[in-house]
């Protein structure tokens, strides 16, 4: 039985900053912004990624402190060139830190607006062996098309 990771609810105070920090500078795709009488949720996911965080406020997000979620780790092929990419766009990120010299050791660190914590790993092989295939990704949907 495959057991499939999809949603993260990431806990924050301001739904539209939210939105306009992982989109704008983070570089997520906005898969949908609903909100009707009972909720006001958005979901977001990093490109080339099958998992997608959802920011708002659901009963799951209210349950949590804004800014309570640690170490959610993200993957890229270049950490040097992630990182660049982030601090282009704004985000305050961590130096590079090479843990272990093997690929996997390698990583950095960013925050967003309410201090919800992010890891970002560089696993180099990713830009040969993706996990979501780039000539399957247009299939899970128009946010991830090649």
């Avoid at 009488?37 to 659901?58: F, N, W």
């Avoid at 560089?122 to 979501?132: E, F, G, V």
Wanted: with cysteine; charged share 20%; hydrophobic share 40%.
């Amino acid at each position: 039985m495959d057991w499939t990771l999809e949603v993260v609810i990431v806990p924050v105070s301001d739904l539209g900053r939210a939105i306009s920090f992982y989109r704008d500078q983070v570089g997520f795709h906005l898969d949908h912004d609903t909100e009707n009488e009972h909720m006001h949720v958005a979901q977001l996911t990093p490109p080339g990624s099958g998992c997608s965080i959802v920011v708002g406020s659901l009963p799951a997000q209210n349950a949590m402190a804004p800014g309570s979620l640690h170490g959610v780790q993200l993957v890229v092929a270049d950490a040097a060139a992630a990182r660049e990419e982030l601090v282009t766009r704004g985000v305050e990120c961590s130096e590079i830190q090479v843990i272990d010299p093997r690929d996997g050791g390698t990583f950095f660190g960013f925050s967003d607006p309410d201090g919800n914590s992010w890891a970002v790993q560089q696993i180099a092989a990713r830009a040969d062996k993706p996990l979501i295939p780039h000539e399957a990704r247009g299939r899970f949907g128009a946010d991830l098309e090649p």
